[in-house]
């Protein structure tokens, strides 16, 4: 990947994604831009997975009938399949707790509904 | 087989309550108890026998023409069996306590649904030989705990720990991710074992090792990250509390079996060993200083938790640090390693029965304040000796298991540097402090009138309880034979990285 600055485009993308996630994450109180952080942070992550695959010019890694020519590595796309489905259910339990502490407190503002510090 | 009864049984459980309560409970029990027998056969197999990997779908680990295993595997070792004792034992207890205590409660399917997954996913942590599977397992374990976590809905203060078990465990799972992810890109592979015997130790597993550091830091709630700990704790039921505790430990597991196997000699030892040290320093000291102020008893119990494991990672990370000298691991680094481990399982068994004991309270008093409390020795006296119990062990008092793994460690740590052992010491007398405070508090002196009415609890929350304090107590009374068949072999596996790797990759030509 010596010189080759195309192919780095997608570790800045995810470099950046990774950065803006945790500054989303450290520095929001709302409770659902913080989920939105976290999900933001999976992505970047599963870039980052899939980026690691590729070869230039390859195709996609399917045995029957497969064209003549180098494939991309078909394992970080399993990876990244099975982390798009846990991030699914990470994110679904997320935004249903931060549902139910709205009805609770009747806010979603973290400094308001976290009565229990220290 | 181990990891799938509990996850068969998660399934089913909620088909069986449709037909009756008593067959779901009969049913969640007898596959619980078939599952801690098993461990107990493989236990016994492993340590007359070395350590068992098993391929899942296929018979050879490495298939006929590949120099890299491409399978997904289980590797089991002691230090592994070890740790699936601990939850075995834990896990079947909290069921049996959670029979009577949430009997107030609601969705009983789900509850055990939730609680066989997470004994499914924590299993799953300490068995596997593959990075992804620690990942997968690792968020199935989170999920379902910060479901359970926040299992009682009806209380304002249960979704807000929830969610931030949920948050915390998202980001270090995606941490953990991601140094996976690094060390695809170096190597292609993603078995522990292979990744092992590749290891470069370049800047990026550097990279690497600093995130799955930070990443299981924050699981185990060591200090700088330790503020989720005590919010999660004190909400959830207290027999799941008991169950996270073990959760948190199989992180503490996967700390050590990527700093010890996965990097091994390779790693730059005394700094990653001191780093280690330090962390576990801080949780002691600020872990108890914070235990001091609290009048919540659950949080109380729960910061004296970051102590604990304080205690546990400088066994370990004493251990770490002069793992590549032969000499001093002999005459203390294998001792401290072995104090390490048997402080992991007397953690489990105390402060789990220390929470099972404030669980009962609020079960019968309805809060957990230590300022309302009072009398309470009068009124539930078996109670209350099983929290006097496991407030002496903790702090390390001599009969009880407590001290046999707390004299491990200073012994040894002591020899390393003296000055770490006299720390150890006076964070245990504060313990006893911490204790003696809420015990007095909460037991002693008249009987309050508003709690007259207060009766012991019922049988099968007792029978739990009952059964740590035993296991307590013969911990206490007979730390030889616990040392000789289970922390010995424990720490001779993590130390012995290279049985590790042939386990995976046959003996290398």
């Known amino acids: ?118 | 087989m181990i990891i799938a009864i509990p996850l068969l049984a998660a399934f089913l459980t909620p088909l069986i309550g449709r037909i009756s309560g008593k067959a779901r409970n009969t049913f969640v029990i007898t596959s619980l108890a078939f599952v801690g027998f098993l461990v107990i056969i493989l236990a016994r197999d492993i340590f007359l026998n070395g350590l068992h990997v098993y391929t899942l779908g296929a018979t050879e680990p490495i298939p006929a023409g590949y120099m890299v295993p491409i399978r997904i595997m289980l590797e089991v070792d002691s230090l592994s069996i070890f740790m699936g004792i601990i939850t075995a034992t834990i896990s079947l207890i909290a069921v049996i306590y959670s029979f009577s205590f949430m009997k107030g409660e609601t969705g009983h399917n789900r509850f055990y649904t939730l609680l066989l997954l997470l004994v499914a996913g924590m299993f799953g942590m300490e068995f596997t030989g593959d990075m992804f599977n620690l990942f997968v397992f690792l968020e199935i374990a989170s999920i379902s705990g910060a479901a359970l976590v926040a299992f009682r809905i009806r209380f304002a203060d249960s979704p807000e720990g929830g969610f931030k078990y949920i948050v915390i465990s998202a980001i270090s799972a995606l941490m953990v991710l991601f140094a996976i992810g690094l060390f695809y890109a170096q190597y292609n592979l993603l078995n522990i074992g292979a990744l092992a015997q590749a290891m470069q130790y370049t800047m990026l597993d550097k990279m690497a090792l600093a995130i799955l550091i930070a990443a299981f830091a924050i699981k185990l709630g060591t200090v700088p990250m330790h503020m989720w700990l005590p919010d999660t704790y004190s909400v959830a039921p207290a027999s799941i509390t008991a169950m996270l505790l073990v959760a948190s430990q199989a992180s503490m597991y996967a700390l050590f079996r990527i700093c010890f196997t996965l990097y091994g000699v390779t790693l730059n030892l005394a700094t990653v060993g001191w780093i280690v040290i330090v962390l576990g320093l801080l949780s002691m000291f600020i872990g108890v200083t914070m235990a001091i102020r609290q009048t919540d008893l659950k949080r109380l119990i729960a910061y004296n938790c970051v102590c604990e494991s304080g205690f546990i990672l400088l066994g370990l990370g004493v251990g770490l640090a002069v793992l590549g000298n032969p000499g001093a691991l002999a005459t203390y680094g294998t001792m401290a390693i072995s104090g390490g481990i048997f402080h992991m399982i007397n953690h489990a068994l105390f402060e789990g029965l220390l929470f099972l004991v404030a669980g009962a309270i609020f079960y019968r008093i309805g809060t957990r304040n230590l300022n309302e409390m009072g009398g309470l020795g009068h009124l539930m006296k078996f109670t209350s000796i099983l929290f006097l119990l496991g407030a002496l062990a903790s702090s390390g008092i001599p009969p009880f298991n407590g001290f046999a793994s707390k004299i491990l460690i200073y012994e040894s740590v002591y020899q390393f540097n003296p000055i770490l052992a006299i720390i150890g010491i006076l964070v245990s007398i504060l313990t006893l402090a911490v204790f003696m405070k809420a015990f007095f508090s909460a037991f002693t002196g008249p009987v309050l009138p508003k709690y007259k009415a207060v009766r012991e609890v019922p049988k099968s929350m007792m029978i739990g309880m009952a059964t740590l304090a035993v296991i307590i107590v013969l911990f206490g009374l007979f730390p030889g034979l616990v040392r000789e068949w289970l922390t010995d072999p424990a720490a001779n596996a993590l130390i012995n990285q290279g049985a590790y790797i042939e386990g995976i990759m046959g003996v290398v030509p």
């Open chain 1, 1 to 118: 990947m010596t010189g080759n600055i195309p192919f780095n485009i997608p570790f800045v993308a995810v470099a950046a994604l990774i950065s803006i996630a945790m500054y989303i994450i450290i520095s929001q109180r709302n409770l659902i831009k913080i989920v939105m952080g976290i999900s933001i942070l999976a992505a970047g992550i599963n870039l980052f997975l899939i980026t690691l695959g590729y070869r230039e010019g390859g195709v996609a890694p399917i045995y029957t009938h497969a064209p003549q020519g180098i494939m991309v590595l078909p394992v970080p796309q399993a990876l990244t399949l099975t982390s798009i489905v846990i991030a699914v259910a990470t994110l679904a339990l997320m935004l249903s707790l931060v549902i139910s502490i709205y009805r609770h407190t009747g806010s979603i503002d973290s400094e308001e509904s976290r009565k229990m510090k220290g």
